[in-house]
């Protein structure tokens, strides 16, 4: 099978075209051929040797396909509800850009009524780590105001229009008024340009100075102490990537007396049986959004998987709204 294999840690040139044997499922997994393979900023890390795979997947990247089923655990397909010949998409630990890819049976879905591969494909990063951060750990609620940190990333649009799904107010940043205006499209109620304005004082004036509820960020680094100022008491942020560093100075006074919570996590290294429990929450509670076309997904553009390297030079732009498709003819 036709894979994209890293050739040597770096620049967006160093993707390429290879060829692997195609993968052979073992006990609890499907064998899936792929039609389209998600992008996302942790393949960008392992491209340039920042975030290896863990212990067993593949070394080439890729967290998200969607295709078809061609084999597997036969127990594990049925205890999944799938068979030979359904559509899927499937969170994976590696291995994702590739025209075949195998998936735990628990951490497979099926593809939504009414979407497409590329669709299909854009979702199940996004998706299990905002449900996973946003509703579990945030313990977001109706009525409750969210702060999304790159609302027009491919996770900022999932945030979006998950917490306005489930009755929350949201508000997001992003660095151009283009990137805002199309996180109000989406549903936002409100878009700061954080190249040109404060968040935290934006936000604080937004909530009449109560401050926000929960803060999902991707950046870290010096934004966590404007965070911790425009949280609301009882405020809890989750950091999900630390894109602006690593080391974080607060008022730690601020978190004894509003009583906040800083917490966060990272999916990829977590065990299959967590991140089933996604999955099934993901199909009772937010598939049906997505089949009555009340929460969809977000395609900026696709590439062939020829094109990997311009797709991830794309992403490293940072000119896209919401998702970068691989696709496998």
Known sequence: MKVVEINGFGAPEVLRLGERPVPVPGAGEVLIRVRASGINRPDVAQRKGNYPPPPGAPDWPGLEVAGVVAGGDAAALAAAGLAEGDRVCALVAGGGYAEYC????EQCLPVPDGLDDVQAASLPETFFTVWSNVFDRG???AGETLLVQGGSSGIGVTAIQLAKAFGARVIVTAGSDEKCQACLRLG????????????????RELTDGRGVDVILDMVAGDYVA????????????????????????????????????????????????FKGAIARALRERVWPLLAAGRVRPVIHTTF??????????????????????????
């Not at 195998?102 to 049976?105: C, D, G, H, L």
């Not at 936002?188 to 936000?203: E, G, K, L, M, P």
């Not at 100022?229 to 006074?253: T, W």
């Not at 062939?304 to 940072?318: D, P, Q, V």
Request: proline share 3%; charged share 20%; aromatic share 4%.
């Open 188 to 203: 936002a109620d409100h878009a700061i340009n954080y190249r040109t304005q404060d968040f935290s004082a934006v936000a």
């Open 102 to 105: 195998v998936a735990p049976a």
């Open 226 to 273: 404007r965070e911790v100022e425009c949280l609301a008491e009882d405020g809890r942020l989750v950091i999900i990537a630390v894109q602006g560093g690593v080391k974080a100075g607060f008022n730690a006074s601020l978190v004894l007396r509003r009583r906040l919570t800083i917490t966060g996590s990272t999916l990829r290294p977590r065990p299959v049986a």
């Open 139 to 141: 313990r977001l609620q």
């Open 304 to 329: 062939e998987a020829a094109r990997a390297a311009e797709a991830h030079a794309l992403m490293e732009s940072n000119q896209h709204i919401g998702k970068i498709v691989l696709t496998w003819s």
